[in-house]
């Protein structure tokens, strides 16, 4: 049986993390440059929808994930944990109430947004969690996405509205 030190069990997810920021600042870069809406397509008027559809869809897209983990695993089921539940059933809904151009806007902010969120808050768990527990590390987390998302936000909103 072959065991690996815990500096190469580090450094092989190092790698992994330093290839996950080159495509996070890729996708922020690409999106900044290459969305561009027209602000005069979105409507004067939004349909607000029930809160009860909004729960209905973000509950099945959390017991499909739910379900996924079962079925297929941990893995699995952690790599599909860290889908924005919320983002499909806002997408969908503001097709519907808003039209395509209005979708389009949001989900350019989304798609920035999301992709750092969420893979930042899941490493910082992913490192934290065996080392503080799951309440602490999961405040830390939150604490150092809030500390590496504020300055982010201002950059990407500089380089929006130029």
Known sequence: MVSTSLAERISGKLG???VGLILITSTIYWSINNIHIDH????KKIV???LWIKAIMTGTVIGAIVIISKLAGPKWGGIFATFPALTISTILI????????FTRLIAKNVLISTTTTISIFAV???FLY????????TILSYFGLF????????????????
Do not use: D, M, Q
């Not at 503001?94 to 039209?99: A, C, E, P």
């Not at 065996?130 to 590390?137: D, E, F, Q, T």
């Open 94 to 101: 503001t097709v519907r109430s808003g039209g395509v151009e």
């Open 124 to 126: 910082l768990c992913y």
């Open 130 to 137: 065996p080392i503080a527990g799951v309440i602490l590390g």
């Open 147 to 162: 500390v590496i998302s504020v300055p982010l936000y201002f950059l990407v909103l500089s380089k929006i509205k130029k």
């Open 40 to 43: 005069k397509l979105i409507p």
């Open 16 to 18: 992994g993390i330093i």
């Open 48 to 50: 607000n929808s029930p």
